[in-house]
């Protein structure tokens, strides 16, 4: 049982915000759902799902916070062996949906592994860097790419560039919160075109036509810029005030794709302009901000380590995600927090949430351990 002190702790305002982007991403999914049709609109059932998969991700969340994080730094290594294992039956036998297998069929829901993979990875990573109390040299550093590196590989031949491409910001934003000696990062900084350029020779052919569409849309194909360019006329469509909640057309008339996932923020956009969207923007920082005190407010190297992961799990989804819709970033196939939808994904973002919220009711639990100093 929890205690007053662990109760009082609780970031109540990373809470709050948590749920105010979950219900504006189920309204905005609501819309999202809607097709015209001549007598009105019909709506379909994805919004009602992505509600049944918000209520298992508050459980989820709940269920974290409950068992001390601490605990959490035994169980990692097993975690991260298990979550390989189920990278490995998803090559095997996962279900392959528009020509990616990234699901294991469990009868009424599919498991996406990828997803799972990025907490266990991020809890070993913390792990690890919690007990290297100085910057990464060359042999902590390779050893963080090693188990960054092995699950990114079981991904990215799924084919998701798009979780893979989100695994490697989350770990590389905690290498540099820890620190890593100048001539680690200097080298690698040399070695990151021919990273890039191996990345590039293993992509598929789709894969390429989307970073042509930010990089030389001359060369990519007729779909390819199609799809921005009916991003772009959505949310410029909306102008300052939108048009109205369900009075958007580019979703509804599907010219938009992949409205209720990749390209919610132009429903969002169409449908409630500028001034509403520079209000969600406003939301999702001040949601990094209350996660970003929790990492100061950590009494420990570990937790402080989890909360910084998490911190660069949503920035970075939340920058490309936007990013990618309004033209500033490749088409990557990156979902906005609790806005896009998904089952798998909804229920890690809440647990993700849950693991900040543990850190910061137990701030006040324990005293940091000597040496250990506020980060």
């Known amino acids: 049982m929890l205690d007053r002190s662990a109760i009082g702790g609780i970031n109540w305002s990373l809470f709050a915000f948590t749920l105010v982007l979950f219900s504006v991403g189920v309204l905005n999914l609501y819309s999202a759902s809607g097709e015209r049709v001549e007598s ?16 298992v991700g508050l459980a989820g969340m709940f269920l974290v916070m409950l068992v001390d994080y601490r605990h959490l730094k035994s169980l990692a290594p097993s975690s991260y062996i298990g979550v390989l294992v189920l990278l490995l039956l998803v090559l095997t036998v996962g279900k392959v949906v528009w020509g990616a297998r990234r699901w ?14 990025k907490i266990v990875t991020m809890l070993l990573v ?25 699950p990114a590989a079981m991904i990215v031949v799924q084919p998701d560039l798009g979780t893979t491409l989100t695994l490697l910001l989350l770990i590389g934003g905690m290498i540099l919160f820890h620190g ?15 990273l890039l350029f191996t990345l590039w020779s293993f992509m598929y052919p789709y894969q390429r036509d989307r970073v042509l569409t930010f990089l030389k849309p ?27 909640f369900l009075e958007g057309t580019q979703g509804s008339l599907q010219f938009l794709p992949a409205r209720h996932t990749d390209f919610v923020v132009a429903v969002f956009g169409e449908e409630w302009g500028f001034a509403g969207c520079l209000i969600l923007l406003a ?43 309004i033209g500033l970033m490749p088409v990557v196939g990156i979902p ?35 040496g250990v100093t506020r980060r």
């Open 218 to 244: 001359e060369q990519a194909s007729a779909s390819a810029v199609h799809n921005i360019k009916q991003s772009h006329i959505a949310i410029g469509s909306g102008q300052l005030w939108g048009k109205g």
């Open 126 to 150: 913390a792990r690890f860097l919690s007990q290297a109390k100085e910057p990464l040299d060359w042999s902590r550093y390779l050893k963080v790419i090693v188990i960054t590196a092995v």
């Open 283 to 325: 939301l999702f920082c001040f949601f990094l901000l209350a996660i970003y005190n929790t990492v100061q407010d950590a009494k420990d190297r570990f937790g402080s380590c989890i909360c910084a992961g998490v911190f660069f799990y949503f920035f970075w989804q939340i920058f490309i995600n936007i990013g990618m819709v």
């Open 180 to 194: 890593v000696q100048w001539r680690v990062l200097r080298a690698s900084l040399l070695l990151l075109p021919i």
């Open 40 to 55: 009105g609109i019909v709506v379909d059932v994805y919004y009602q799902r992505q509600l049944l998969w918000g209520i």
């Open 104 to 117: 294991i069929p469990l009868g009424f829901v599919n498991l996406q592994p990828s997803e799972l993979a």
């Open 336 to 370: 906005l927090p609790f806005m896009s939808y998904g089952g798998t994904t909804t229920i890690v973002n809440f647990c993700m949430v849950g693991l900040v919220l543990n850190v910061s009711m137990r701030r006040f639990v324990f005293k940091a351990a000597p």
